[in-house]
């Protein structure tokens, strides 16, 4: 059984691009969470996928958007990247989209925007 | 609105006990949520309660009152890689999405 994985690892970009960073799911699991997580802050949801369709969203822009795919895989594409972007990206994956008790987290995307 | 509270944070000496609180205000209620976060790495569940008392869970044990918006995670017989922060969540009634606290940094001292 594989656990969660994202890519990449860090990144770094300029203000005003694009970046697209990547989940993987657990096995089995079919519900892909989304967080942003700044330095010495609590992680903030940014939006959920279960199988394929967007099942909730947190207080953020429409410049960040995502995608879940027939794999249950996930991208989360964020839009004229600004500096308070730069944070730990986080996906966390769950099996179910109402019922499950636990997700399990990604080592996460260090994202910096200069 | 959707609030929650936690020390920012606390210092213990190994084999001591300690307790970390947590408070919230939300819109919504299904679960309560204990993760541990070492520095530099991705959340890790720890324990889980929906209905009121105290689930125990080796070393760790987490308790919660609903009707007073409060849980608390009690860890026993500290070691040096507790050393963490611990992050409280709160699950709403829509669809998984997951209110976290500001997150406890918990320093063991030998």
């Known amino acids: 059984e594989t656990g969660v994985t994202q890519s990449p690892t860090h990144l770094i970009k300029t203000r005003g691009q694009q970046v697209t960073l990547r989940c993987s799911s657990q096995?089995?699991?079919?519900?892909v969470s989304w967080y942003q997580q700044a330095l010495g802050q609590g992680p903030q949801f940014i939006f959920q996928?279960?199988?394929?369709?967007?099942?909730g969203r947190g207080n953020f822009p429409p410049r960040f958007s995502g995608l879940q795919f027939p794999n249950y895989s996930s991208e989360l594409n964020v839009n004229a990247l600004e500096l308070d972007d730069s944070a730990l990206y986080l996906c966390?994956?769950?099996?179910?989209?109402?019922?499950?008790?636990?997700?399990?987290f990604g080592p996460g995307t260090r994202l910096t925007v200069t | 609105g959707q609030n929650i509270d936690q020390p920012t944070e606390m210092t213990a000496t190994e084999g001591a006990i300690v307790q970390i609180n947590c408070t919230y205000q939300?819109?919504?209620?299904?679960?309560l949520f204990w993760y541990q976060q070492h520095a530099g790495e991705a959340p890790t569940f720890l324990s889980y309660n929906v209905l009121d008392g105290l689930e125990e869970k080796g070393r760790f044990s987490s308790f919660l009152s609903r009707s007073k918006g409060y849980s608390y995670l009690l860890l026993k017989e500290l070691q040096m890689k507790d050393s963490a922060s611990y992050l409280c969540?709160?699950?709403?009634?829509?669809?998984?999405?997951?209110?976290f606290g500001p997150g406890t940094r918990l320093s063991v001292l030998p």
């Open positions: 939300t819109s919504g209620f299904n679960g």
């Open positions: 966390a994956s769950s099996f179910e989209g109402f019922s499950t008790v636990e997700q399990y």
């Open positions: 096995s089995g699991h079919n519900t």
């Open positions: 969540a709160v699950r709403d009634n829509y669809g998984q999405n997951f209110v």
């Open positions: 996928y279960y199988r394929e369709e967007e099942n």
